[in-house]
């Protein structure tokens, strides 16, 4: 017997639900200030005319680049959020898990967050 999801009763809503909610939050929150600061970026490119960065700033230098309005830091800082939103929404599904007491997704969870670490710090030798 086939019931639709219409007909199901709220105590039978999906299980994952709030966890769902709260992925798609961190997921939408890093994509949104991630464009909102490559956005910054391009908007001090068009102000500055000095036209696009060819190059990132480091991150030791972040902090004084973007008080210093320098293009290049709006942008390479958008680029680390975007990069650091799939860490940030693996690393809260672990504590949502953890939370929960799903030793099995627990599990899972911290293996591909252990194995993305490992390919960043892989990717830097």
Same mark, same amino acid.
């Given at each position: 017997?086939?019931? /639709? $999801? @219409? ?10 639900? $709030?966890? @769902?909610?709260? =992925? ?6 890093? =994509? ?9 970026? #391009? &908007? ?9 960065? /060819? ?5 030791? !230098? ?6 210093? #309005?320098? $293009?290049?830091?709006?942008?390479? #800082?958008?680029? %680390? ?8 929404? &693996?690393?809260?599904?672990? &504590? =949502?898990?953890? /939370?929960?007491? !799903?030793? /099995?997704? *627990? #599990?899972?969870?911290? %293996?591909?967050?252990? *194995? ?10």
């Amino acid at each position: 017997m086939n019931v /639709r $999801p @219409e007909q199901t009763s709220p105590e039978h809503a999906h299980v994952m639900e $709030p966890i @769902e909610h709260a =992925i798609r939050w961190i997921l939408l929150c890093g =994509i949104a200030l991630s464009v909102a600061l490559m956005a910054v970026g #391009l &908007v001090l490119v068009a102000a500055q005319g000095a036209g696009l960065p /060819r190059g990132v700033v480091p991150l030791a !230098d972040l902090p004084a680049a973007l008080s210093a #309005l320098r $293009p290049a830091a709006y942008l390479s #800082l958008g680029l %680390i959020v975007l990069i650091g939103t799939p860490f940030v929404r &693996v690393a809260g599904s672990l &504590v =949502i898990f953890v /939370r929960a007491r !799903d030793g /099995r997704y *627990v #599990l899972v969870t911290a %293996i591909v967050l252990f *194995v993305m670490c490992l390919g960043v710090a892989l990717g830097r030798m």
